[in-house]
């Protein structure tokens, strides 16, 4: 399947601070999912990305897709505590689009 | 609405026995699921890919006769991990489409997962 490098792995930040996870692939992506994974719980979708350059924004959080649609970004405005858990990037490929995960990145957020 | 639901959510076996886990489609049906495995800390590893009324799709270097999948019904699937040791011990996630949501590009839907530990 399509490998995606997800940075950081771990981020720590203040409560009202910013915070960006990127995904990056060597070959272009058809499209590229988003989910959240809270401790203990299982993934969550947030939103797929399909069109190159495309933004979409869910309230706080901002989510692009590079030109090339070979890369992603999420982009968290003003952390909350409820903002904490593993964020994982996703590409499908194959006939029945079966989905390769990113190695995720976990997000801590000090009150 | 696109529940999938896991049972157990949490095992614990001896070394040695088998262990099945289910996974259903709640208000929709899968032809096709994904079975995962999440070591601590760790990402998610796709193990399989579940094919109703065939049979499932492996990846590289998972055993296929270590973990049997059937997939029934187009709303059931099953793992079956057999004579499991320690080392299979893990937190199994399957995952399912809605097809009325877009198909194949359409986001997945997970089950609780299943905590998996072999003593």
């Known amino acids: 399947g399509q490998q995606v490098m997800q940075i950081p792995q771990y981020q720590h930040v203040q409560e009202g601070e910013d915070f960006t996870t990127y995904c990056n692939s060597s070959t272009t992506l058809s499209n590229i999912q988003w989910y959240k994974q809270r401790p203990g719980g299982h993934p969550v979708f947030l939103i797929q990305?399909?069109?190159?350059?495309e933004v979409k924004k869910q309230k706080r959080l901002t989510f692009q897709f590079g030109e090339a649609k070979k890369n992603s970004s999420l982009h968290i405005t003003a952390t909350q505590t409820t903002d904490v858990g593993t964020y994982f990037c996703?590409?499908?490929?194959?006939?029945?689009?079966?989905?390769?995960f990113g190695i995720g990145t976990k997000l801590q957020v000090i009150p | 609405g696109a529940v999938v639901s896991q049972h157990p959510s949490w095992v614990i076996c001896k070394s040695g026995t088998s262990v099945k886990i289910e996974c259903r489609s709640l208000?929709?049906?899968?032809?096709?699921m994904f079975w995962y495995r999440q070591f601590p800390k760790q990402s998610l590893m796709l193990m399989a890919t579940?094919?109703?009324?065939?049979?499932?799709?492996?990846e590289q270097g998972v055993e296929k006769d270590k973990f049997l999948i059937n997939h029934a019904s187009l709303t059931l699937s099953t793992l079956t991990v057999t004579s499991a040791h320690p080392e299979d011990s893990s937190f199994y996630i399957c995952?399912?489409?809605?097809?009325?949501?877009?198909?194949?590009?359409?986001?997945?839907?997970f089950g609780n997962g299943t905590r998996l530990t072999v003593t």
């Open positions: 208000d929709f049906q899968a032809t096709t």
């Open positions: 579940s094919n109703e009324g065939s049979k499932a799709t492996y």
């Open positions: 996703a590409a499908g490929s194959g006939g029945y689009q079966k989905v390769t």
């Open positions: 995952s399912a489409r809605d097809p009325l949501t877009g198909g194949y590009n359409s986001p997945l839907h």
């Open positions: 990305l399909v069109k190159s350059g």
